[in-house]
């Protein structure tokens, strides 16, 4: 880990990428069964993890984050976070040292919640939804009967202003890649009510190998986006680029194979059993947090720096 000489001391790993997000998996547990899902990249000789972090530790890192190494932006996701009782309770906690708290959750409770998480302090949220047709949301969820009660609460959510809103679409060759257009469309149908954006989500196959053959073309989804765009745009995030389509902002995050999102990566995870993990795809270099003991954190998050190293490096294989 590096110090930046005359500032407050940040999380810098040996290929020069600052930390500036935290992002909780906070439970493991969820009400749908996604057939693409890698639980945060948790999954561990088959099983999800069953023990879950304390509301104490996961506001005690975010705050020794803040306040040692200005790490002010927090990202929940679970599992379905709002599967925890105490989610509001976890904002309330780190409100006073965050700059941006916000959530992943799959809607189907959203509606239920969004004005109390917004009350507590939860800025904005993304919601997964990779289809805006029964039959298939269905299939990919294995569930049934709850794409409305997703589309409701997307509403719910921008009336209680979590915005901007994001809706993540995680993209399947052969089952949901056709709706882009459609997609993009239900967007500027949000957009009437307050600010969305639809991200367009490379599908990561090496959780499940069952879904190989499900993989995209993302470069030839971003080269139809790019024919379309008035503009375009990249964030400093993992080097994600923005297509303005028809008023529409879609953003594309292309993960597999584009040493540019490794490059660019500045946020570090910590697990639903109270796990930092340095690499999305990596599950051999966890470090656990076992106290709420201050330097202990301190020295964990130090530690977890000297294990963080790009999962792609060489030349994109794709191109």
Same mark, same amino acid.
Request: net charge neutral; aromatic share 8%.
């Given at each position: 880990?590096?110090?930046?000489?005359?500032?407050?001391?940040?999380?810098?790993?040996?290929?020069?990428?600052?930390?500036?997000?935290?992002?909780?998996?906070?439970?493991?547990?969820?009400?749908?069964?996604?057939?693409?899902?890698?639980?945060?990249?948790?999954?561990?000789?088959?099983?999800?993890?069953?023990?879950?972090?304390?509301?104490?530790?996961?506001?005690?890192?975010?705050?020794?984050?803040?306040?040692?190494?200005?790490?002010?932006?927090?990202?929940?996701?679970?599992?379905?976070?709002?599967?925890?009782?105490?989610?509001?309770?976890?904002?309330?906690?780190?409100?006073?040292?965050?700059?941006?708290?916000?959530?992943?959750?799959?809607?189907?409770?959203?509606?239920?919640?969004?004005?109390?998480?917004?009350?507590?302090?939860?800025?904005?949220?993304?919601?997964?939804?990779?289809?805006?047709?029964?039959?298939?949301?269905?299939?990919?969820?294995?569930?049934?009967?709850?794409?409305?009660?997703?589309?409701?609460?997307?509403?719910?959510?921008?009336?209680?202003?979590?915005?901007?809103?994001?809706?993540?679409?995680?993209?399947?060759?052969?089952?949901?890649?056709?709706?882009?257009?459609?997609?993009?469309?239900?967007?500027? &149908?949000?957009?009437?009510?307050?600010?969305? @954006?639809?991200? !367009?989500?490379?599908?990561?196959? +090496?959780?499940? #190998? $069952?879904?190989?053959?499900?993989?995209?073309?993302?470069?030839?989804?971003?080269?139809?986006?790019?024919?379309?765009?008035?503009?375009?745009?990249?964030?400093?995030?993992?080097?994600?680029?923005?297509?303005?389509?028809?008023?529409?902002?879609?953003?594309?995050?292309?993960?597999?194979?584009?040493?540019?999102?490794?490059?660019?990566?500045?946020?570090?995870?910590?697990?639903?059993?109270?796990?930092?993990?340095?690499?999305?795809?990596?599950?051999?270099?966890?470090?656990?947090? &076992?106290?709420?003991?201050?330097?202990?954190? @301190?020295?964990? !998050?130090?530690?977890?720096?000297? +294990?963080?190293? #790009? $999962?792609?490096?060489?030349?994109?294989?794709?191109?």
């Amino acid at each position: 880990m590096k110090t930046v000489k005359g500032k407050k001391e940040r999380l810098i790993d040996d290929y020069g990428r600052e930390i500036r997000s935290l992002r909780f998996s906070i439970t493991s547990r969820c009400n749908l069964d996604c057939i693409y899902c890698h639980n945060e990249g948790e999954w561990r000789s088959g099983k999800r993890n069953r023990e879950e972090i304390s509301a104490e530790l996961v506001i005690e890192i975010a705050r020794v984050a803040s306040a040692y190494f200005d790490i002010r932006k927090i990202k929940f996701s679970g599992g379905e976070p709002l599967m925890r009782d105490d989610l509001v309770d976890i904002i309330q906690g780190m409100r006073d040292f965050e700059d941006d708290i916000s959530a992943t959750t799959n809607g189907v409770f959203l509606k239920r919640y969004a004005d109390e998480l917004a009350d507590a302090g939860l800025d904005r949220v993304n919601v997964s939804i990779d289809s805006l047709k029964e039959e298939r949301y269905d299939f990919i969820t294995s569930s049934s009967n709850n794409l409305p009660k997703v589309i409701d609460g997307i509403y719910s959510a921008i009336d209680a202003g979590l915005t901007p809103l994001k809706l993540n679409m995680v993209l399947l060759k052969g089952i949901n890649e056709d709706e882009i257009a459609d997609m993009i469309d239900f967007v500027r &149908e949000c957009n009437k009510r307050g600010a969305a @954006i639809l991200q !367009l989500i490379e599908l990561i196959p +090496y959780f499940n #190998p $069952f879904m190989q053959n499900c993989e995209a073309n993302f470069y030839a989804v971003e080269a139809e986006l790019k024919s379309k765009a008035s503009a375009i745009k990249t964030r400093r995030l993992q080097h994600r680029r923005k297509y303005f389509v028809d008023g529409v902002e879609v953003e594309v995050v292309h993960p597999i194979d584009n040493t540019e999102f490794c490059a660019n990566c500045s946020r570090l995870r910590i697990t639903s059993d109270g796990k930092i993990k340095p690499c999305l795809l990596r599950n051999d270099n966890l470090v656990p947090v &076992e106290s709420v003991d201050e330097m202990h954190i @301190i020295t964990k !998050l130090k530690l977890a720096m000297q +294990y963080r190293e #790009p $999962f792609y490096k060489g030349k994109n294989s794709k191109t």
